[in-house]
T-cell receptor, first 117, second 114 residues
């Protein structure tokens, strides 16, 4: 099956700093990538959808200036948490889907644990 | 609007017994249904999906799910549970030919008791 990687797998940072998380599709071209946030013992919350070469579409309530998403190529999307604060601590998961429209499905990365001190 | 309900926060099953994790959905068109499993501090692993065809779908690790259109359900089942099946299970739905966004249920924690 298709493989999606995330880097880093975990990161600890100080409050006020910015953190970048990478999401890569390793063996397919991902026309669309999704970023999710998961709080402990809760479901995945979709943050934004990004299509290669265009601006991301953010879900209601997600601050686009806080969570910067770039999808510059068909294999890479990045999520930058700007001026991170402790409440941004969470598990961030990306997923990617390819170009087959009819049976499009999402392939998930392993997640990134962000802890803001 | 699409929605997915997993009515049970937790399911406890003795090892070797059959297990069922419930899921119901709501979409305006034809559903595209998934089950995923998540182990602690890990991303989601795909188990199985229903697109069309046979209502009984077989997936990874011996799991299967039955699509029931009249009851709008897609329950996950396994004939004989293993301790290693203990994890968090998510049901998800997307409508055919709509944008790629899928909606996840809140998850059901499965405990297999040795």
């Amino acid at each position: 099956g298709a493989v999606v990687s995330q880097h880093p797998s975990w990161v600890i940072c100080k409050s006020g700093t910015s953190v970048k998380i990478e999401c890569r599709s390793l063996d397919f071209q991902a026309t669309t990538m999704f970023w999710y946030r998961q709080f402990p013992k809760q479901s995945l919350m979709l943050m934004a959808t990004s299509n290669e070469g265009s601006k991301a579409t953010y879900e209601q309530g997600v601050e686009k200036d806080k969570f910067l998403i770039n999808h510059a190529s068909l294999t890479l999307s990045t999520l930058t948490v700007t001026s991170a604060h402790p409440e941004d601590s969470s598990f961030y998961i990306c997923s990617a889907s390819g170009s087959s429209r009819t049976y499009n499905e999402q392939f998930f990365g392993p997640g990134t644990r962000l802890t803001v001190l | 609007a699409q929605s997915v309900a997993q009515p049970e926060d937790q399911v406890n099953v003795a090892e070797g017994n059959p297990l069922t994790v419930k899921c119901t959905y709501s979409v305006s068109g034809n559903p595209y249904l998934f089950w995923y499993v998540q182990y602690p501090n890990r991303g989601l692993q795909f188990l199985l999906k229903y697109i069309t065809g046979d209502n009984l779908v077989k997936g990874s690790y011996g799991f299967e799910a039955e699509f029931n259109k009249s009851q709008t359900s897609f329950h996950l089942k396994k004939p004989s549970a293993l301790v290693s099946d203990s994890a968090l299970y998510f049901c998800a739905v997307r409508e055919w030919n709509r944008d790629d966004k899928i909606i996840f249920g809140k998850g059901t924690r499965l405990h297999i008791l040795p």
